[in-house]
């Protein structure tokens, strides 16, 4: 922290002398930019620009401000410009494709992480980013692949890992997938994720015990985890232990309110209890969630006739 406040103060002492340098102002919003101070490093990219608006790079320091501001729109532009401005700049390429992602442009975002890795052919975040657009995709092969090279150009990075680890995990390739989360927590012994799609393999696996307390870490590290919470009721469904597992499917709604999967467990729940008059009240719940639940699903739909016809009770 010293390091930083004593780099401020010469580039404060700097632009007191010369208060036109453009150069100063980048150098010192890069430096805001790391402390996470939004507001000063963006003043400063605006200073620069006026002082000189053809510099790619404080275009690509604002897009990247933006971003982390949630401000898409505007990232994508400075990004635009960046490039128009430098064509061989690898890192907007790389930065313009996370904003497409977010933005749902998923062709356009793969052509801009090819490009990176075109610019940039060990530019392993690039592959990485690639990999999650394929993962979203449902491409599990090129997404694999493409955690496999971000790997091999960073055996450190516990990100990568973890996410092949989810593709490996999709794929049933179980023990590889162990390996991975493994391999995350080494490096990042608090990872949640990490414990929680442990506990997942271990689920699959029939080690139910043990993906307990897999879920049991992840929800001393984040006691707002709701997925945690679900595969937790999960397995005390499988363990008939049906009390216990409302308690836990019903936490994670709390927490996920919106989670048509944990509704759809909880309604499956207590219809095997018997309990339908709580069970049309998570169906309710379910259709709150989502009103076209019902033209999706004729299992569920059925049930609600079934109860439509019943006597009530009061």
């Not at 491409?139 to 055996?155: K, P, R």
């Not at 989502?290 to 699903?297: G, H, I, Q, R, T």
């Amino acid at each position: 922290m010293g390091n930083i406040k004593q780099a401020i103060d010469d580039i404060n002492q700097g632009l007191s002398f010369s208060p036109q340098r453009a150069k100063s102002y980048k150098n010192r919003a890069i430096i805001f930019l790391s402390t996470n101070d939004l507001i000063g490093a963006s003043k400063d990219c605006e200073r620069a620009l006026v002082l000189n608006p053809q510099d790619a790079d404080v275009y690509r320091l604002r897009g990247s401000i933006y971003f982390n501001q949630r401000e898409l729109t505007k990232a994508l532009s400075d990004f635009n410009q960046a490039i128009q401005l430098n064509p061989e700049d690898a890192e907007s390429y790389n930065n313009r494709g996370l904003v497409n992602t977010m933005l749902g442009n998923i062709s356009q975002a793969l052509l801009d992480f090819e490009q990176t890795i075109e610019l940039e052919p060990k530019h392993n975040q690039a592959y990485k980013n690639r990999g999650n657009v394929y993962l979203q995709s449902g491409n599990n092969q090129s997404a694999l692949e493409d955690y496999n090279q971000t790997i091999t150009l960073n055996a450190e990075d516990a990100e990568a890992y973890l996410y092949r680890g989810n593709v490996r995990l999709l794929l049933k390739k179980f023990q590889d997938a162990l390996e991975d989360f493994n391999r995350t927590l080494e490096l990042e012994p608090d990872n949640t994720e990490a414990y929680n799609n442990r506990g997942v393999v271990y689920l699959n696996q029939g080690h139910y015990q043990q993906a307990l307390i897999e879920f049991e870490r992840a929800l001393s590290l984040n006691s707002n985890f709701s997925e945690a919470y679900h595969n937790k009721g999960k397995i005390k469904v499988l363990q008939g232990l049906p009390k216990e597992a409302l308690i836990d499917l019903e936490q994670a709604t709390k927490l996920d309110p919106t989670n048509i999967e944990i509704y759809k467990d909880i309604l499956q729940l207590r219809l095997s209890m018997g309990d339908s008059d709580e069970a049309i009240k998570t169906l309710l719940q379910l259709l709150k969630t989502n009103s076209n639940f019902l033209s999706k699903n004729s299992k569920e739909k059925k049930i609600l006739k079934t109860f439509s016809t019943q006597p009530s009770k009061f």
